[in-house]
């Protein structure tokens, strides 16, 4: 791997570094970080030895146990959707004709705002247990919008994805773009936040940490504009 050029700005010049998370608020011990010197691209390496996971997962992947935190999230992300998509000029009007697709959903928050906001809103994902929990703290019927597991079988587009903390969990950045592509429809929205190494984004399951210039770089690969 160290070897190879920096696959976003194909630099050969690269550091190897440990971090110490231990005194960090999230403590996944000490890391080995291979980080481009040029786009500060960063991979852990870590993460490729115990090759602990990969796939979908994500920021929504977290416990809220009480039904007014749970509403008051769902508000919230509703909200931002909302403001998202009114920055690229998509009325409130227009949003309730499209169709939505929160890849790597974890606790389906935003299949819950998105039923507010889209004509449908579907999530989809490797682990179900956040999705059901949520769902019965909510104390609605079991929705039918969860994808689960392999969704390479799907065969609808979808106007908007949205993948929050997903792309970091690829090995292979690729496998996340070609999934992406297939789903969305011709001149659809892409959604994707990453964390970075700066900001105690990691995490122990993470391969890639992003920068601007990195992200930009694979978007624009895949002529994302």
């Given amino acids: 791997m160290t070897n190879s050029p920096c696959k976003f700005c194909f630099s050969k010049e690269k550091q190897i570094f440990e971090l110490d998370t231990t005194n960090c608020e999230r403590d996944i011990g000490i890391r080995n970080i291979e980080q481009c010197k040029k786009c500060k691209h960063s991979i852990d390496l870590t993460t490729f030895d115990t090759k602990q996971y990969q796939g979908q997962g994500g920021a929504n992947s977290y416990i809220l146990n009480n039904k007014d935190d749970i509403l008051y999230a769902i508000k919230m992300r509703t909200f931002w959707l909302s403001s998202l998509l009114q920055e690229a000029n998509i009325n409130d009007d227009d949003i309730k004709t499209l169709t939505y697709l929160d890849f790597g959903c974890g606790n389906g928050i935003n299949i819950h705002s998105g039923l507010r906001l889209f004509k449908s809103a579907y999530g989809s994902d490797l682990d179900i247990k956040y999705f059901l929990h ?24 979808f106007d908007i994805i949205s993948a929050f903390h997903v792309l970091e969990h690829f090995s292979n950045e690729d496998e996340f773009f070609i999934i992406i592509k297939k789903l969305l429809k011709k001149n659809g929205i892409l959604i994707c936040e990453v964390p970075t190494l700066t900001n105690d984004g990691y995490a122990p399951n993470h391969y890639n940490y992003f920068t601007v210039e990195s992200l930009i770089s694979i978007l624009k690969k895949y002529n994302f504009s």
């Fill in 134 to 157: 949520i769902n019965k703290c909510l104390e609605v019927p079991e929705l039918n919008n969860l994808i689960y597991g392999d969704v390479s079988n799907i065969q609808e587009q």
